[in-house]
């Protein structure tokens, strides 16, 4: 029996984040109702290339029942509500204060359905200046400098998925799952709050404690990993590229041994922890591309 079987979905939702958020609640067993506006899911015409159908539209929402309703419509508000009650998990990420004001805030569906989780998805959470703002996904990479350390040296770059929406979708699924923990032993809904710059912007700890603690940026790289070495793409003598991606003394030694077929290299004071490997990065580059040449 699926984990989520017999539990209702009724999902307000467009693009990506939601969507995802609901499509994994889907994947677990819930009956998940996706409610669509007239015209429908926006991210349906993102482009044509399955079968007519756009690419993150059929990925996102498969295994999902859809509604075209107009919630400004009072038929149509009063028949949301109808599913509503009895609805396990309300989900919505319209534009900030638009289910709100259409009558559908989340508090005010808890208290109405006490056992309802609800779910918001917003650009920039509830609070501060940016609250009111719509948020795209590449805005919040710049915002959150993900696009700082991504790319070559050349200049930034833009991840190639819409990774804040997914980091979004994923913070949602996972603050669903534990309020529906949460009620199986207080027999109360909750309501979960998630932001796509929140979810990237925990994601970025790792340069921010590196600049705060060393005083410098981590920067672009390309393939290459900012401290860990060797690590990248190398050209090999055919004109392809190798992969390397060596994360401890085990690797390191069967690299040298095994691959190289040089052992002394394992040892030479340049290369013998991780952090020198790091800081002699330029000089074990060349040893690795003169291997492979």
């Known amino acids: 029996m699926p984990s989520l079987e017999n539990l209702l979905v009724v999902s307000l939702e467009q693009a990506v984040a939601a969507p995802l958020c609901s499509s994994r609640l889907a994947d677990a067993g819930a009956r998940v109702i996706k409610v669509e506006r007239e015209g429908g899911d926006f991210a349906r015409n993102y482009d044509n290339v399955v079968n007519g159908d756009s690419a993150y539209f059929v990925w996102l929402n498969r ?26 998990v309300f989900i919505q990420n319209l534009l900030p204060g638009a289910a709100a004001r259409s009558g559908f805030g989340s508090s005010k569906l808890r208290e109405k359905y ?14 501060g200046s940016y609250a009111d703002m719509k948020a795209y996904d590449l ?4 915002e959150t400098g993900l696009c700082s350390i991504t790319g070559g040296p050349e200049g930034p770059g833009r991840v190639g998925v819409s990774v804040c929406d997914i980091a979004a979708g994923l913070n949602a699924y996972s603050g669903i799952l534990e309020g529906l923990f949460d009620r199986e032993r207080s027999g109360v809904g909750v309501g979960v709050k998630v932001s796509l710059f929140g979810g990237m912007a ?17 920067g672009r790289h390309g393939l290459h990993h900012p401290s860990i070495a060797p690590y990248g793409a190398f050209p090999a003598s ?26 002394e290299l394992e040892k030479d004071s340049r290369f013998d922890t991780p952090s020198k490997r790091g800081h002699n990065r330029v000089e074990l580059d060349k040893v690795v591309c003169a291997n492979f040449a």
């Open 63 to 88: 295994g999902k029942e859809s509604i075209v309703l107009d919630i400004k419509d009072s038929d149509d508000a009063a028949f949301l509500r109808r599913l509503l009650s009895r609805a396990d």
């Open 114 to 127: 006490p056992r309802l989780i609800t779910c918001d998805i917003s650009g920039y959470g509830d609070s």
């Open 139 to 142: 805005l919040v990479q710049a």
């Open 202 to 218: 925990d994601w970025m700890n790792v340069p921010y404690l590196y600049q705060v603690h060393t005083g410098q940026t981590l």
């Open 238 to 263: 055919d004109g392809k590229m190798v992969l390397i991606s060596i994360q401890n003394e085990r690797e390191w030694g069967r690299l040298c041994k095994q691959v190289f077929q040089r052992p």
